[in-house]
């Protein structure tokens, strides 16, 4: 379980993010990075019994700040990736624990410019797998509707009346779905962690099948 000091942890230090503060609350940080780095390794050996999971990321707590306006030295909440294994799995998962702000979330956040034309590609000749998932029941209830970030109008040689021209002007293909503290605290919130990865399932196999194929549907791995 996810303990509420966690929670008071994350609030004080959002409200005193500096070096100082930080320095004299080492041991209290300590305490609940290493409780931190228990549950999500746990989240990650139960996935990996039902995935095939490459890495489980743990992210440092620390911010880089050579290039950001925003000086903070903290991030505010702890958070872990766990990277499928590539190139025959396409797809990872994250988990986000914040202050009145934590969530689950997967899929591709930063495409690389061969897959998101291969994925516009598919979705151009027929979106109809790709709207199946995403509005199955079980995609809905845990996620509500795809997410990420998209173009104002169509990409370059895509025609803009295309009927499915709001997948296909996405940048990102994003799932999330969002738990209250009180959700977080409950002794079944690993479980409800690890369904919503599983019904991210359908949209990671499709989108596997789309990136390890060619438009003919034959094998590029």
Do not use: C
């Not at 940080?29 to 999971?53: P, R, S, W």
């Not at 997967?106 to 979705?123: A, C, Q, S, T, V």
């Not at 845990?142 to 296909?168: C, M, S, V, Y």
Request: hydrophobic share 35%; net charge neutral; no cysteine.
């Amino acid at each position: 379980m996810i303990s509420k000091n966690t929670f008071d942890f994350l609030t004080d230090l959002k409200e005193n993010n500096n070096r100082e503060w930080f320095s004299e609350n080492k041991k209290r940080f300590e305490i609940e990075q290493k409780a931190m780095k228990y549950f999500f390794t746990g989240v990650g050996n139960d996935l990996g019994k039902v995935d095939g999971i490459e890495n489980i990321q743990i992210f440092r707590i620390y911010r880089d700040v050579r290039f950001s306006k925003d000086k903070l030295p903290y991030k505010v909440h702890f958070s872990v990736g766990f990277s499928r294994n590539k190139p025959m799995l396409r797809g990872g998962y994250y988990l986000h624990i914040e202050n009145e702000a934590s969530f689950v979330g997967g899929g591709f956040w930063e495409p690389n410019n061969e897959d998101l034309l291969r994925i516009r590609k598919e979705i151009e000749l027929d979106a109809s797998e790709l709207r199946a998932i995403i509005s199955h029941d079980a995609f809905k209830k845990h996620f509500g509707t795809l997410q990420g970030e998209e173009l104002k109008t169509a990409p370059r040689d895509f025609d803009k009346n295309h009927p499915d021209i709001d997948l296909i002007r996405k940048k990102q293909y994003l799932v999330t779905r969002p738990f209250t503290n009180k959700e977080v605290l409950d002794p079944n919130f690993k479980e409800e962690v690890l369904a919503s990865f599983q019904a991210m399932r359908p949209f990671f196999n499709y989108m596997t099948d789309v990136l390890t194929t060619n438009l003919n549907g034959e094998s590029i791995i």
